[in-house]
């Protein structure tokens, strides 16, 4: 269910809507818009009447939500919700740029990495400590290690860390540091952990799992939601098909789908999407054609002795080459990519 009020409703008249939920066993979630405040009611709602509310002071409507998603949906929030992370806003009019290598192989290899991007205006870096591999015998990541030159990136380039949480017992850990705490394609359904990053005020980078379906990807991104964590970008990495010359199949109709059911801002990572590096730069163009609000690109000095996903990681040099070709791209649908790449 949700209550609809006025932006501007006295304190008080939030504060009684606010205790007739909980008085019922239920629990609120306020989501500010630029026009109106929504209230999200989540529990046992079918014991509740609109009535009840309606007559309530400041209160301007209240709708059951049809779909199996409530916080996530459009239903509840009409605008797209913008993220603003340490002064950079994700979504909206932004074209956000993450990049960086799959894994952290040494400190020397991520300042590399780092420093380059840094050089291009890339304001997130992507790296992963702990890898969840389809493998117990391929390269794990260097987990807590990994963390520490991380972190040192982070203090002496001041770039912004994207980082996976593999489980629960590395999240606390791994919410120090992160700027955006990564869930990857194999946890998208492991709601004990989405519970958990539900709880923190990171932003959570949700990826679709490769088996999931678009309204899967939308109630696992409840659960974060639900648990008050209202900061969570979706990203599409492909989907497992029949088509074997891919690594995924990469599902760009989710783009323009998620952004009619939701008003979470949506990325994609064509890394993973395709698996090939020469045909990344293609797919991550489609990407933003078609109203993604940021890609996720991975980018290594020697792709070639990566220890994972070599073969589909751009070289800094490709990558500058993809910027130069996203900036051009960019305002023609509308969108704002902030990099030091000069147009060639
Ligand atoms: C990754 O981003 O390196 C990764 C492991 O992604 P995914 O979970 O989408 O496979
Ligand atoms: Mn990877």
């Avoid at 209550?3 to 239920?26: A, F, Q, T, Y």
């Avoid at 760009?252 to 949506?266: C, F, G, R, T, Y």
Wanted: with cysteine; hydrophobic share 40%; net charge negative.
């Amino acid at each position: 269910m949700v209550i609809m009020m006025k932006l501007n409703s006295p304190k008080e008249d939030l504060e009684e809507v606010i205790k007739k939920i909980h008085s019922r066993g239920c629990k609120h979630h306020e989501i500010w818009g630029t026009e109106k405040l929504a209230i999200g009611v989540t529990g046992q709602t079918a014991a509740l009447s609109e009535e009840e509310f309606l007559i309530m002071n400041s209160v301007e409507g209240v709708y059951r939500v049809s779909k199996p998603y409530k916080l996530v949906s459009r239903e509840v929030k009409s605008e797209d919700t913008v993220i603003n992370i340490g002064g950079k806003l994700i979504g909206g009019e932004e074209l956000t740029i993450i990049a960086g290598p799959c894994s952290i192989e040494s400190r020397q290899q991520i300042f590399d990495i780092a420093g380059e991007l840094k050089e291009m205006g890339v304001k997130f870096l992507r790296a992963g400590a702990y890898k969840p591999r389809s493998s117990p015998y391929s390269f794990q990541g260097l987990k807590e290690k990994g963390l520490e030159y991380l972190s040192e990136v982070k203090k002496e380039l001041g770039m912004m860390i994207v980082t996976e949480a593999k489980d629960t017992s590395t999240l606390p850990a791994i919410s120090e540091l992160a700027d955006i705490i990564q869930i990857g394609a194999r946890n998208m359904q492991n709601f004990s952990l989405l519970e958990a990053v539900g709880e923190l005020s990171n932003v959570i980078l949700l990826k679709r799992g490769l088996a999931a379906t678009i309204e899967d990807l939308l109630m696992s991104a409840e659960y974060i939601l639900s648990q008050g964590n209202y900061n969570v970008i979706l990203c599409e990495r492909g989907i497992r098909t029949f088509e074997t010359y891919t690594r995924n199949t990469l599902d760009l109709n989710a783009i323009p789908v998620v952004k009619k059911n939701s008003h979470l801002p949506i990325i994609v990572d064509p890394s993973h999407g395709i698996g090939i590096w020469d045909k990344v730069p293609a797919m991550a163009m489609a990407a933003v054609a078609c109203g993604a609000d940021g890609i996720m690109i991975e980018v290594h000095n020697h792709p070639e002795s990566a220890l994972s996903d070599g073969f589909q990681s751009l070289t800094p040099k490709n990558f500058k080459a993809l910027l130069n070709k996203l900036e051009q791209l960019a305002p023609i649908v509308n969108k704002k990519v902030d990099v030091n790449v000069a147009i060639a």
